[in-house]
């Protein structure tokens, strides 16, 4: 995508009224998409946004699905990316958490640009691996099953709607989260994952830092090493669900770890974010 067409994509714009117009003939959307509107764009930390979408005839989502968006261009150019949804269940309110890369294509407009009132063309809800039911919904295989959720990064968002909708429904399956990020500032869902350590149905976080700890914390900064990852996770012999998600070289080398603790590889949940 050239910068002369950057500055437009994502509105769903009509060509003729500039980029910063948003035309209801041009939001008509093509078969199998829907059109959101943003009723909300924040900071979500310093290099991530995150925005609140209501999606026109959005049949509601399970935890851990993702949708595509596409932006378009006023030329016709389109871009279409993958992003995790933070929230579950009906209606038509679906929460996103996006990370900038700095040299992206699509998500420096979404985490700059995007503000409230703009234009969206989503499709979904996507996605039938990576979710994860509340006991009333799920099978009688995973039902007494602990759950270990593996984020790196921006990886936590379908983790976090995991754990969320495991409060909601005050599950009492036991439930930890291990989340690798950067620095104290750059967690996502801060005070909702305080709030869900406190609440009934057992959750507890553990975070790593792979840059800057917070003051006081008993270990430098630096990536999940594998003596590491064995002592934050459940054990194997607990035969837990495993939800991975991050970068596609986090995934493969947690996953790898995973298995070589002893996790059957088909108790382990997969999403790859791209990168390295
Ligand atoms: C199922 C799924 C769900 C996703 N959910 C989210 C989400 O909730 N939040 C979110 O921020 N992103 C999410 N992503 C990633 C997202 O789809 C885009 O890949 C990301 O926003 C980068 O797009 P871009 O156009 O800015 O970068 P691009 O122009 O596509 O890529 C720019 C450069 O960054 C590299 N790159 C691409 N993706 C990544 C990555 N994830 N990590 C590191 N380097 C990368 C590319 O190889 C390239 O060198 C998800 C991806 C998938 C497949």
């Not at 991530?48 to 989502?61: F, I, K, Q, Y």
């Not at 016709?76 to 995790?84: D, L, P, V």
């Amino acid at each position: 995508m050239t910068d002369s067409v950057g500055s437009s994509v994502g509105r769903v714009t009509d060509a003729a009224a500039g980029p910063s117009s948003v035309s209801p003939i041009a939001a008509v959307p093509r078969s199998g998409w829907h059109v959101a509107t943003v009723v909300a764009a924040r900071k979500e930390t310093p290099n991530a946004a995150r925005l609140e979408l209501d999606v026109d005839g959005w049949p509601g989502n399970a935890a851990g699905q993702h949708l595509d968006i596409r932006l378009t261009a006023p030329d016709g150019y389109t871009a279409t990316r993958s992003y995790s949804i933070a929230s579950s269940g009906p209606g038509a309110r679906v929460t996103l958490a996006i990370d900038k890369l700095p040299d992206g294509e699509v998500s420096p407009f979404l985490v700059d640009e995007v503000r409230e009132g703009d234009m969206l063309e989503v499709h979904g809800p996507l996605g039938a691996f990576f979710v994860w039911r509340p006991a009333a919904e799920r099978l009688a295989v995973d039902g007494v099953r602990p759950v270990q959720l593996i984020a790196g990064g921006s990886g936590v968002v379908p983790l976090f709607a995991i754990a969320s909708a495991h409060a909601a429904a005050d599950d009492p399956t036991r439930f930890r989260l291990l989340y690798s990020v950067r620095t104290p500032d750059d967690i996502y869902f801060a005070d909702e994952l305080r709030a869900l350590a406190s609440a009934s149905a057992p959750f507890q976080v553990d975070y790593v830092y792979t840059r800057r700890t917070p003051e006081g914390w008993p270990t430098a900064p630096g990536r999940i090493m594998r003596d590491t990852l064995e002592a934050a996770v459940i054990p194997a012999a607990e035969h837990p669900l495993v939800y991975v998600c991050g970068s596609t070289g986090f995934v493969e080398r947690i996953a790898d770890w995973m298995v070589e603790f002893g996790h059957d590889p088909r108790s382990i949940r997969t999403e790859r974010y791209g990168g390295s």
